[in-house]
């Protein structure tokens, strides 16, 4: 899910290169000011092509900041590809994103100009309903996310593959000093989705056994937040190669390879919980197996096919299937703060995962 990290403004991305524009008539460049990239995808092949934007100007309770890093997401990926059906294009991603603050309005009371600060996946929600009370924005029926959905005023929001963003300070996060601009960025995203819901699910606890199932950023990330709970933690993948990334890479305990059936069975009943951060099609069932009873299996991937399991496979051991999104603002500056704490995050690198898939 995350990975690459490109140093920004790099308007010129391009991760499918092609040298002939696409001719499509509905897209059109908006006026100039902000630069980024936009996507788009004719005749079902996407390209990057720069995008010239304005954002709004800085209201009263905004925060505008420059944008030095941002994550590249697996969503960005699904997005641009239009795998869930409602991108409209020109689109830019990016929902990762660490900068520096340039403007402040004159309401603005957590920030100052040439504060480091974050901005994850929402740029905005109703903040009265039950959800917003509870600092659980993410789940607000009235979300605004940071790209590609109408904002309250109409436009349609831009992510951080650009050089500034704008944003009301409530969804700002305030960078930790010792915490990188860099690496840090994909915590953002992939970093308060484990974060969360290992918290919210109870898999926080040391000693917790944890599974972990993916490849690529998000897997990444949920075996270093399991760790640094002090859960033990089992990683499944099914590449036998990537156990040495796993085990010494990760410092995962376990490694599962989860084509090997007797692997399999042997883990069966053992984990507490599993974060699954597969993004394609796989079978869960065999998840499901390896939980204890009252195990829960948490989806934080997003695979485009409906799931097919068994009712058995619940109902013997009352397991849960559950899905976790990102986390709340108030949680994810917890989350920058406990990264801050813990060296591992201070020193680690990120890669792009690809497309590997459980
Ligand atoms: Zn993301
Ligand atoms: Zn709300």
């Given at each position: ?10 308007p ?35 390209n990057?092509?720069?995008?010239t ?41 990016g929902?990762e994103i ?14 100052k ?15 009265s ?45 305030r ?104 993004s ?55 989350m ?23």
């Amino acid at each position: 899910m995350v990975g690459l990290l490109i140093p920004t403004p790099k308007p010129h991305f391009n991760p499918h290169p092609s040298s002939t524009p696409p001719q499509n008539d509905h897209l059109t460049r908006i006026r100039a000011s902000d630069q980024g990239i936009w996507l788009c995808r004719p005749q079902h092949v996407w390209n990057t092509f720069p995008l010239t934007f304005s954002r709004r100007a800085t209201g009263e309770k905004d925060v505008r900041f420059r944008v030095l890093y941002c994550g590249i997401c697996h969503s960005d990926l699904h997005f641009v590809k239009n795998d869930w059906r409602f991108t409209s294009y020109p689109a830019t991603p990016g929902h990762e994103i660490v900068g520096e603050v340039t403007e402040a309005g004159s309401k603005v009371e957590k920030f100052k100009i040439g504060d480091k600060v974050g901005v994850g996946c929402l740029v905005g929600s109703c903040r009265s309903c039950q959800s917003c009370a509870s600092d659980y924005e993410q789940y607000c029926l009235k979300p605004v996310f940071t790209y590609g959905v109408p904002n309250f005023n109409g436009t349609q929001t831009y992510g951080g593959y650009s050089d500034h963003m704008v944003s009301d300070e409530h969804f700002v996060l305030r960078w930790p000093e010792n915490l990188p601009l860099d690496s840090g960025a994909p915590l953002l995203c992939a970093g308060i989705t484990t974060y969360s819901s290992l918290r919210y699910f109870g898999l926080d606890k040391p000693g917790t056994k944890v599974g972990v199932v993916g490849l690529g950023g998000l897997r990444h990330v949920a075996v270093k937040m399991a760790k640094a709970f002090g859960a033990e933690v089992t990683v499944f993948s099914t590449t036998s190669a990537k156990e040495q990334d796993a085990i010494d890479g990760l410092k995962a305990d376990h490694f599962i390879n989860s084509k090997d059936q007797h692997q399999m069975e042997a883990a069966r009943g053992t984990l507490d919980g599993i974060i699954d951060t597969v993004s394609g099609d796989h079978p869960i069932a065999p998840l499901l197996n390896a939980l204890t009873p009252h195990g829960k299996l948490v989806l934080v991937g997003a695979p485009e096919s409906p799931l097919e399991v068994a009712a058995f496979y619940l109902i013997m051991g009352r397991k849960t299937i559950a899905g976790s999104n990102i986390g709340g603002i108030k949680e994810t500056q917890e989350m920058l703060n406990f990264a801050a704490d813990h060296a591992q995050w201070r020193t680690q690198k990120f890669f792009h995962g690809g497309t590997e898939y459980f």
